[in-house]
């Protein structure tokens, strides 16, 4: 399901996120989390933009808003600014594809073992998958994805996800919901979890809720205690404490 996250709890999700970091230790209290991320929605609204426009903007904040929402386990995705991160992923080699292979032959409906195969970078892709998405929200609830209700925009997602929505019905030939569904989760959770001179996880909120030490350089005084909570907070790769 699209809001599944929710229903298994974030740190099952977030820790299933996270095979490579071998430390998670147990969160602190809840109103520590969200002290770590003040005034975040004001700064989300005087955002601009740089590459997604405005409608795409308001269904990218609904998005990632329903993807991981904000709950009494800790902060959202809006509460950390992922789609701040997602925008200026758009512009980087990656967003823009150039650091990928991009000639032909294509085909997109290889298997996924076979690596990217669409005939357009990510940039495209979300241009394409935001468009479609709306095209399908106007069809099944007469509105745009933003403007739904939180159980419809669920139900959307879920459709995504699950490839009911069909893409083709509207012209795309290479790109499934359920695809578009992936990359959107995937750079969703991204941004929830990536440093935060990247523009999402504002103030290392998500560290502090997975207890996530960050860039610590040094822990030769750590290696002989054990059972013990790790006390310290995390640090930024700029050198910013939480």
């Known amino acids: 399901m699209a809001n599944e996250p929710c229903r298994i709890g974030r740190r099952p999700f977030i820790i299933g996120s996270l095979i490579g970091i071998?430390?998670?230790?147990?969160?602190?209290?809840?109103?520590s989390v969200f002290a770590a991320v003040p005034s975040t929605a004001d700064e989300l609204k005087q955002y601009q933009p740089v590459f997604f426009t405005a409608e795409e903007w308001q269904f990218m904040l609904a998005a990632c808003d329903r993807l991981i929402p904000s709950d009494r386990e800790g902060p959202g995705a809006l509460d950390t600014h992922v789609p701040v991160f997602i925008d200026k992923q758009m512009l980087t080699?990656?967003?823009?594809?150039?650091?990928?292979?991009?000639?032909?032959?294509?085909?997109?409906?290889?298997?996924?073992?076979?690596?990217?195969?669409?005939?357009?970078?990510?940039?495209?892709?979300?241009?394409?998958?935001?468009?479609?998405?709306?095209?399908?929200?106007?069809?099944?609830?007469?509105?745009?994805?933003?403007?739904?209700p939180a159980r419809m925009k669920d139900a959307v997602l879920t459709d995504l996800q699950k490839n009911v929505a069909d893409f083709s019905q509207f012209g795309e030939a290479d790109l499934n919901a359920g695809y578009f569904f992936t990359r959107l989760l995937e750079n969703t959770k991204e941004g929830y979890l990536a440093d935060p001179q990247y523009g999402g996880n504002k103030n290392m909120a998500a560290w502090k809720m997975i207890n996530f030490p960050g860039a610590r350089a040094s822990f030769p005084q750590w290696i002989k205690i054990h059972n013990v909570k790790y006390p310290l907070g995390p640090v930024s790769l700029s050198g910013e404490q939480a």
């Open 22 to 31: 071998a430390s998670l230790g147990m969160k602190g209290g809840v109103s």
């Open 93 to 148: 080699p990656y967003g823009k594809g150039e650091d990928w292979y991009m000639e032909g032959p294509f085909d997109s409906h290889a298997s996924l073992l076979f690596g990217y195969q669409m005939p357009f970078p990510l940039q495209v892709l979300y241009r394409k998958g935001i468009s479609l998405t709306n095209q399908y929200s106007r069809i099944k609830y007469n509105q745009n994805f933003c403007d739904l």
